[in-house]
């Protein structure tokens, strides 16, 4: 082959890669992959992933992989909302539901299709809230509504975390930040609802959370959620005192430790009455108010001959919220108002009472009263959203109530 064939060759073959660039770099509605994977790598190098603490710290990573934490980007319920949201006015804002299910898109603004691609994908490769993503931390800003995390530079080595006498090691620079041992570190995500409008006092997710007995008597969010015990900080360094990171809520032993009820049956002839005193232990409202559907449900069975139920009723703690169209919505991202708030609010004890006709024919009566975390709810096309997402169907734990506690209590008639 001539020299001038080469080059003329060359030079075609340039013109054909720099057209076959261009048309990769077409912004189209669907990023492509290889873009995608470009920023991904930016978005990585700022933010390590959590595989990459896990070669020292498996503990930690291992408690973390098990928390609902680690899902914060991958249930099936966040990705139909997400759809919801995404095609709805407010939608507009697309980083809002990241700022806090994958928060460092506070550093990528101009990535935030690439979280949304992942989230989208049903597998996303991408952490939502790691350990890079609370460790970077620096500061909360709670003067902001929301507070704001302000995140260590790109680039930096610094991690941030409890221990004054951490063991050196050659991956990071570690240090003490007060912040990891005070409440202030959750609360730029577990404060605020992230609805429509700002709603006010009802904005609040978790109530008057810092007047109760609780928080007064020095407990942050920490003390119950990451609870102290002893281990290994990091792979083969000396046992301390480590924070338990399985972050246990509604999964764990900690919800015995939600609520007590106290039954008290009265039968007066014809008329019985069951009276309910539900007493909340938690320091904040139960449940808190976001995702909008969230509830907590109380549940009285009566259960006569047989066994066989003759008279159910219940009541149901959460929010109703209205829509700017004055319709009730699933969705706090479309709220404008709260129309009905029966949360338990912080340490709260509320008295149900319920009056039915006493059981006949039979000599004792079963009362039996549940205390648990409702399924989802919402408009069918949506839980048909959220079916059609899972791998597990209508199986998908959304659909699952969680029981917090029950009692049952067999009342002699007469
Ligand atoms: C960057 C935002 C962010 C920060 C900071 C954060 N969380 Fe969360 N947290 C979330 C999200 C998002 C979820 C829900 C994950 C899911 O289920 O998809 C969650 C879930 C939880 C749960 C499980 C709740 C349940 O229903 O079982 C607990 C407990 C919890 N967080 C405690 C904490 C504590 C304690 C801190 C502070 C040390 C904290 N979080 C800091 C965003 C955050
Ligand atoms: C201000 C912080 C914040 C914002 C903004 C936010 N979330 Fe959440 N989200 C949370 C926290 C905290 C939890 C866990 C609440 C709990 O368990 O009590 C959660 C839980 C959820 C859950 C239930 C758990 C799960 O993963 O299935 C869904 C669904 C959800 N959020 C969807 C969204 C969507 C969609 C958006 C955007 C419209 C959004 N969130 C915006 C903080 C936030
Ligand atoms: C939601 C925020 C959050 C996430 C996510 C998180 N941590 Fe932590 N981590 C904390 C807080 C807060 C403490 C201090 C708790 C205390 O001392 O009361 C802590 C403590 C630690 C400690 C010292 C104590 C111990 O338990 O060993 C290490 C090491 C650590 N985290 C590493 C990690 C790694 C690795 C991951 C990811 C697998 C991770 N963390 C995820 C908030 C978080
Ligand atoms: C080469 C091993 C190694 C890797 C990789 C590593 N760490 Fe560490 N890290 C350590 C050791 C060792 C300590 C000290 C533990 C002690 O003092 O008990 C430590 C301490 C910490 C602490 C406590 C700092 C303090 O002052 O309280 C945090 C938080 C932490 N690491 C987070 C992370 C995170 C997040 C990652 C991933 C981005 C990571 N580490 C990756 C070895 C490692
Ligand atoms: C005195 C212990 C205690 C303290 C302090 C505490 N909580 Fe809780 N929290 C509980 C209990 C008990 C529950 C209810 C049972 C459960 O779900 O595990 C709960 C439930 C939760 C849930 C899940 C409830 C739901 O409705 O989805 C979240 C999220 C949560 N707490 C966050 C926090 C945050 C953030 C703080 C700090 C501002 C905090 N908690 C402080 C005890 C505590």
Known sequence: ????????????????????????????????????AKSQGTIEKAFPN??????????????????????????????????????????????????CHAPHVREFPDHVQVFIDQAKSGDPQMDGVACAQCHLIKQVDRAKQPPEPKYEAAGSKILYGPYKDFAQNLAHQSMELGLFRKSDLCLNCHQSVPAGVNLGKSNDLLGNWDQSKAVKSGKECQSCHMPEQTGESANGEKKRTVANHTFPGRIGKLRQEAAKLDVETKIEGDKTTVTVKVQSLVPHNLPTTHPAWATVVLDLDIKGKNLKTVFAEKRVYGRVYQDAKGQRTQFDFEAVKVLEDTVLKPEELRIETFTFPTPKDTKTFDVETTLSYAPVTGPAPFLQRIEAESSKGSQDPVFQAIEIVKRTENIPVK
Do not use: Y
């Open 1 to 36: 082959m001539s020299r001038g064939k080469s080059i003329r060759v060359k030079a075609a073959l340039g013109a054909v890669l720099a057209l076959v660039a261009g048309l990769l770099a077409q912004p189209t509605g669907d990023r492509l992959f290889a873009q995608d």
């Open 50 to 99: 959590s595989n990459k603490c896990k070669r020292c710290h498996e503990r930690v990573f291992e408690e973390w992989e098990t928390s609902p934490l680690s899902k914060s980007i991958h249930s099936p319920a966040f990705r139909a909302t997400l759809d919801a949201f995404l095609a709805s006015p407010a939608g507009k804002d697309k980083a809002l539901c990241f700022r």
